[in-house]
């Protein structure tokens, strides 16, 4: 059986590279992208080539099974076998060539996973010390269960047109301060937002998701609380706060399982990398 050879291997990392950052095949690049793709492959192909030199290479076994899962998962994507081989034809790769570039790269993962292993348990006290260093990290902000009401300004009637606009939204509050009940209907009416359709819900809404007005407004107001007329860029807006979600924060214990994920991926991240500098 013949080689992998150093082309077949910058191709297959080229056609993974170019779909990852530009989102395209590879045989649709050209120019400086197609250029700055082959120079980061071979980048890449060199740095690999060491870590296949290395000692811990030598230890690590790929069973032909996780071979063929992979194959299968990738052949997967195609309807036919000749959809698969007109593809890596485009770029000049055989199916024999590219299930060796998956093999080569499987093993590679599996030497990272070899060196990352050798990381450290995290300890209760790392736990805790990035708990209480990203205590904002584990808090979920207040939210307002929101409707709003917009009525648009016809900017070519100047002043006029505001106060038009003004004048209804003051007739509609006072209307739904005395049966807030109506709001749907009357969002439905008068409302020129594609949410008037929904009564104008918009959710659960988290702080600075708003126009600046709008989100200051909101988060002053109490639960089934109507706001005066807020000006936009868009017009003008009633808001009603139906309801004040208060914001929680996860406890240690909440968020232990979460922390020590992250930080092993941090630790193995790093000793990869030191073992990878030192090659």
């Known amino acids: 059986m013949q080689h992998l050879t150093e082309e077949q291997a910058l191709t297959y990392l080229a056609l993974k590279i170019a779909d990852a950052q530009h989102g395209k095949q590879l045989n649709e690049l050209e120019g400086e992208q197609l250029q700055e793709v082959m120079a980061q492959a071979r980048r890449q192909y060199l740095l690999e080539e060491k870590v296949l030199a290395s ?88 939210k307002r269960r929101t409707r709003h009401l917009l009525i648009t300004v016809d900017e070519n009637r100047a002043d006029a047109g505001e106060l038009l606009v003004l004048q ?7 209307r739904l301060l005395k049966r807030p009940e109506l709001f749907s209907q009357l969002t439905l009416q008068h409302s020129q937002c594609p949410t008037g359709v929904e ?12 126009f600046e007005a709008l989100d200051q407004a909101l988060f002053q107001m109490q639960a089934e609380e109507l706001s005066p007329p ?14 004040i979600i208060p914001a929680e924060s996860k406890t240690l214990e909440e968020a232990r399982p979460k922390i020590i994920e992250h930080l092993q991926d941090k630790q193995r991240q790093q000793l990869q990398k030191r073992w990878m500098l030192q090659l």
């Not at 076994?61 to 076998?81: F, H, N, S, V």
């Not at 209804?168 to 006072?174: D, G, L, P, V």
């Not at 009564?199 to 708003?210: A, F, K, M, R």
């Open 199 to 210: 009564g104008g819900q918009l959710g659960l809404v988290t702080p600075g998701l708003l």
């Open 230 to 243: 807020l000006r936009s860029p868009l017009g003008y807006h009633l808001l009603y706060c139906e309801a």
């Open 168 to 174: 209804q939204m003051e007739a509609i509050r006072a």
């Open 55 to 142: 000692p811990e290479s030598q230890q690590v076994c790929l069973p032909e099974t996780t071979l063929d899962d992979a194959w299968l998962r990738i052949r997967g994507r195609y309807e036919e076998e000749q959809d698969f081989e007109r593809a890596l034809a485009l770029v000049k790769l055989t199916p024999t060539a590219y299930r060796q570039a998956l093999s080569r790269e499987l093993r590679l993962e599996a030497v990272l996973e070899k060196v990352a292993s050798q990381a450290t348990p995290i300890s209760d006290e790392d736990v805790a010390r990035f708990y209480h260093r990203n205590l904002d990290k584990f808090t979920i902000p207040e």
